[in-house]
């Protein structure tokens, strides 16, 4: 385990204080925000003006029972987040300059989070379950969305308090009790699904609790406060202590934001309000597991923009990525070198939090703002970890033993390969799969998720084509697909060059299969030994970027984004090739718009060999 269970919650219990102020620079302080970079004020005042000029997002009731009707949920989230992303803005230029003007726009957008039905998004709420089409206000749902409202509410109310009171009198109030009836009571009178038991969490967990922290500090008096904190200490506490010790995340690098970057938020508030015992404790004591978890987003890249991508992780870093939350949770470790590599990741980006997803909202932004006028930033990358990252020349080989995940680079190929099991969060069946990137850029992808649906987390899930086993580059014994579930395994070794994979218990039939996955400076080697080889129903899966072309006795996938392209040759076998187009935004903005399986079948014999060298 990453943490001791309890280990987080005794250091709670013996250094916590919530009465203390949390480092929050509110609109009063105006030596903190009249001497923040002159780049930064400009661009939030800039954007609030251009909003400013637009119509308010609307979400609609027809947007939110669509989800019902049709399974689509993007209608209702993209005018709910655009609307929030907005709040967030003129929140922020409201403190910057708090004009009439700039404080009224902020005072809107918050009005309208108290008018708006619901904080819960249509995917989760339970309004549809009993019968309704509309939300229904008597029986909040605590969700990710009622997270999100919530603490948008509270950062705002914490950081323009006083101004809100002048300028909008009765309007905290009404956030506050908004607050309360919606989120923190509901949160203590039910027992969560998304809070799990002993045995099993997701990332649900630390992204709702990082978020009702702050709720209950701005709108909460004892004992309401104190039950809320102490119930979202024991869940992080839980969720940390679920986590394996070589801090891998089976949900992949762009959920680590929300799981394991949550943790670190909520570690940093609690830090804030127990004098550094956190911190102390992440770097000499109970907590210094949390390191690990720390460097996964390094550890999975493959390439500039590029990260392993399994389960419902995309494979492309966005331009939202918040690297700061990397950076802070790389401070309160004292690691260096992850540091760095967050510093260098966010390069020019002036802040998160200004795209119109969730990936930071206003308590992340304002945590970046304080780092940017402290310097804690440029202060965290020491000079020595700056010039030698962990991340040189060629990159160090991973094997993450508790998700059966191996990355490995030589001679411009990254080779990444799976085992693990075929129940772990957000799981695709991927079992004995690989991936390959070429100088960087993957050629050999992992399709990763496509826009969520009323499908994808329904009995339907394995009827998406790009969560099914034969579309990702991996075997199908006798024909057969991969079915879900966490009886079906694949053991992972590691060995000279790469990784041993038995594939036995990955199908019914459990016959033996094993795959022998190398990269060296010569190139890639992916060995297939089975009996079942010799069944005419037997398909080797490689799945490709683009459309793959003929080349002699070889075929070559294109290279792409500036890469070199990939020759493959292979023991002989017929080949099938099945070319997809691609109208899924998300699959598209990774893949481009095609993307191919090739289907080989071996001509016989009980081992077969599939070779790759970049071209």
């Known amino acids: 385990m990453l943490i001791r269970r309890g280990a987080l919650r005794a250091i709670w219990s013996e250094h916590g204080d919530p009465e203390r102020r949390l480092p929050v620079p509110t609109a009063s302080d105006r030596a903190f925000w009249d001497g923040l970079d002159p780049r930064v004020k400009e661009t939030i005042l800039v954007e609030a003006d251009r909003l400013r000029e637009t119509a308010w997002p609307q979400p609609l009731l027809s947007d939110w029972a669509a989800y019902a009707r049709t399974g689509d949920r993007s209608a209702y989230e993209s005018a709910l987040f655009l609307r929030n992303r907005r709040t967030r803005v003129a929140v922020l230029a409201a403190a910057l300059d708090p004009t009439e003007e700039r404080l009224r726009e902020a005072a809107d957008g918050l009005w309208l989070k108290v008018e708006q039905s619901t904080w819960c998004w249509p995917a989760h709420d339970d309004a549809f379950a009993r019968g309704l089409r509309v939300p229904d206000p008597e029986h909040p749902f605590v969700d990710l969305g009622a997270g999100e409202d919530v603490a948008l509410v509270a950062w705002a109310a914490l950081l323009l308090g006083q101004q809100l009171d002048e300028h909008a009198p009765g309007l905290r109030d009404r956030l506050g009790a908004e607050a309360r009836k ?141 690297w700061h939350v990397l950076l802070r949770a790389a401070m309160l470790c004292g690691i260096a070198d992850v540091a760095a590599f967050a510093q260098a990741e966010r390069g020019e980006q002036p802040l998160c939090g200004l795209d119109d997803g969730v990936h930071a909202g206003l308590g992340r932004m304002l945590a970046e703002l304080t780092d940017l006028r402290s310097g804690a930033l440029t202060a965290a990358v020491t ?213 191919t399986r090739m289907l080989f079948r071996p001509a016989s014999g009980a081992g077969w060999e599939l070779r790759g060298e970049a071209r």
């Not at 959920?255 to 770097?283: I, K």
């Not at 500039?304 to 494979?315: L, T, V």
């Open 182 to 322: 919606r989120v923190l009571e509901p949160f203590l009178v039910r027992e969560w699904h998304w809070e799990g038991t002993e045995d099993h969490v997701h990332n649900w967990a630390p992204w709702i609790h990082s978020n009702l922290l702050p709720a209950a500090l701005a709108f909460a008096e004892p004992p309401l406060r104190d039950r809320v904190v102490e119930r979202c200490v024991d869940g992080l506490d839980r969720y940390l202590a679920q986590l394996p010790a070589d801090g891998a995340i089976d949900e992949g690098f762009a959920y680590w934001w929300q799981g394991g970057g949550r943790s670190f938020d909520a570690l940093s508030l609690l830090d804030a309000l127990s004098g550094g015992s956190v911190a102390t404790a992440a770097r000499e004591g109970e907590l210094s597991g949390l390191a690990e978890l720390a460097r996964f987003p390094q550890r999975v890249q493959i390439g500039p923009g590029w990260f392993a991508s399994f389960a419902d992780a995309e494979a492309r870093a966005d331009a939202g990525t918040p």
């Open 383 to 595: 000079p020595d970890a700056a010039q030698h990252p962990a991340s040189g020349p060629v990159r160090p080989d991973v094997f993450l033993a508790s998700i059966g995940l191996g990355i490995r680079e030589r001679g411009g190929l990254t080779v990444v390969a799976k085992g693990g099991h075929n129940g772990e969060n957000h799981n695709h069946n991927d079992l004995g799969s690989i991936a390959v990137a070429v100088d960087g850029v993957p050629l050999l992808p992992d399709l990763g998720r496509a826009e969520y649906r009323a499908e994808t987390f329904s009995e339907r899930r394995y009827e998406l084509w790009n969560m099914r086993s034969d579309w990702h580059s991996a075997p199908m014994p006798r024909g057969e697909v991969q079915l879900p579930g966490a009886q079906w395994r694949a053991a992972m070794d590691s060995v000279d060059g790469g990784w041993t994979l038995d594939l036995s218990a990955a199908h019914p039939a459990g016959e033996r299969w094993i795959r022998t996955v190398r990269v060296t400076d010569a190139g890639l080697s992916v060995r297939d030994e089975s009996d079942a080889l010799g069944d005419p129903a037997t398909r080797i899966v490689v799945v490709c970027t683009g459309v793959p072309e003929r080349d002699g006795d070889g075929i070559v996938v294109p290279g792409r984004d500036g890469s070199r392209g990939l020759r493959l040759t292979f023991d002989p076998a017929e080949v099938d090739v099945e070319t997809v187009e691609i109208d899924d935004r998300h699959l598209r903005r990774s893949w481009g718009e095609r993307v």
